[in-house]
């Protein structure tokens, strides 16, 4: 029974333990407040972030870095992207040198424009077969709820990644194999963003066109600074970048895409913020991908329409007039 850990008890670190579990792994999910660790192993479910899903018994829930730690092949690290540094910097002295550490999260570090998978390497030194990235549509409680998915499992070294596949499949989630971290993290970072945009213009009532618009154009942006980093192009026509641009433009139980629905229905940045008790990945990584286009040269005008509600305070009514007057081009 292969042993691994999950660093962030929030809704996805909890629902992919649950996945780890049903596929015969032992896991132990560390959490940062033991008040929630004690009602987790207590209880079998975590009621802050997956009220309503029972955890399986291959599941313990701990506040101790070490503890998550000991003897763990794969340590799986989910906190909002902003918060991996720091929090990763206290965890790293308990992992082992040999254990792979994997990225289940979807966002760019503000200021460095760093995927995390590139902070994990910063931060821990550890090289690229030791470092890998799950991506694709997986809404948090859909998985959960063991419907069936699939997703993306991506590292340098494909020995490593069949190794990581192999561990997470159940019969409910069927993880495929990826070579392209890079286009794998992009993918998740930028559909976040673009499903901000379909929330907004689902908030202001409009319809398919707008949103399929919004959607193909938005991966078009996507692939564009995917070639300009490198990624291979065939990455953004699978699960991570149409998959999940898909499922979480779709999707009410999107975060981004409810955060963006409120802005669209009139709320400001602060109300739809408040409205949130979970995280909204784009809401900060869309300042972070448009800085990343801007360094690499690729226009981005969904991105920057996007950053400008958030940041700027323009209306979103104003960025779909903006987005419709640009220049036109070909496809
Ligand atoms: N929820 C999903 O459906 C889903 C699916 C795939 C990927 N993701 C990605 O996973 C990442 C995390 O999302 P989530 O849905 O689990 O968010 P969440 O808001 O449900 O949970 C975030 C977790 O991070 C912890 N945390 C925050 N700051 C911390 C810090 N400084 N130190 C330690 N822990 C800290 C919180 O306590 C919480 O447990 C995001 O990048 C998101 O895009 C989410
Ligand atoms: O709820 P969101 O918007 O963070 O999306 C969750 C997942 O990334 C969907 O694959």
């Known amino acids: ?17 649950v996945v780890l579990a049903d596929a015969g792994c032992r896991v132990a999910l560390w959490g940062r407040r033991p008040e929630l660790v004690r009602a987790i192993n207590t209880t079998r479910t975590n009621p802050d972030y ?20 000991d003897g763990a ?6 906190v909002s992207a902003q918060q991996l540094r720091g929090a990763l910097g206290t965890w790293a002295p308990a992992i082992r040198d040999d ?3 994997v990225s289940l999260m979807k966002g760019v570090e503000l ?94 009532g409009l319809g398919d066109n707008t949103k399929a618009t919004l959607m193909t154009r938005g991966l078009a942006e996507t692939s564009r600074l995917g070639a300009a980093m490198g990624a291979d192009p065939r990455t953004f026509a699978g699960l991570a970048g149409m998959g999940d641009l898909i499922a979480t433009c779709a999707s009410p ?24 008790t979970q995280t909204a990945e784009g809401v900060t990584s869309c300042a972070s991908v448009l800085d990343l286009a801007k360094r690499h040269g690729v226009e981005m005008p969904i991105a920057e329409a996007v950053v400008g509600v958030i940041r700027a305070g323009v209306r979103p009514r104003t960025a779909v007039k903006e987005l419709m007057g640009r220049a036109a081009g070909s496809e």
């Not at 292969?2 to 670190?13: F, I, K, L, N, T």
């Not at 092949?73 to 989910?78: D, G, K, N, Q, S």
Request: net charge neutral; hydrophobic share 50%; aromatic share 4%.
């Open 1 to 17: 029974m292969a042993r691994v850990a999950v660093y962030g008890a929030g809704s996805w670190g909890t629902a992919t333990a």
């Open 50 to 69: 997956l009220p309503g899903s029972v955890l399986p018994h291959a599941v313990t829930a701990t506040a101790d870095p070490a503890e998550a730690a």
């Open 73 to 78: 092949e794969v340590a799986f690290l989910c």
């Open 99 to 101: 254990t792979v550490l």
């Open 111 to 204: 200021g460095t424009g760093l995927l995390m998978s590139q902070v994990i390497a910063e931060v821990t030194g550890a090289g690229p077969e030791r470092i890998g990235v799950v991506s694709g549509p997986n809404l948090a409680r859909e998985i959960a709820a063991r419907q069936p998915a699939a997703s993306v499992v991506a590292c340098r070294d494909l020995t490593v990644a069949a190794r990581l596949q192999e561990i997470l499949r159940t019969p409910c989630f069927r993880p495929y194999t990826n070579a392209d971290v890079i286009g794998c993290e992009l993918g998740g970072a930028v559909k976040n963003v673009i499903a901000l945009a379909v929330g907004m213009a689902d908030g202001m």
């Open 253 to 276: 139980l999107s975060r981004n895409h409810t955060f963006g629905a409120n802005l669209g229905r009139g709320m400001s940045v602060a109300e739809a913020a408040a409205a949130m």
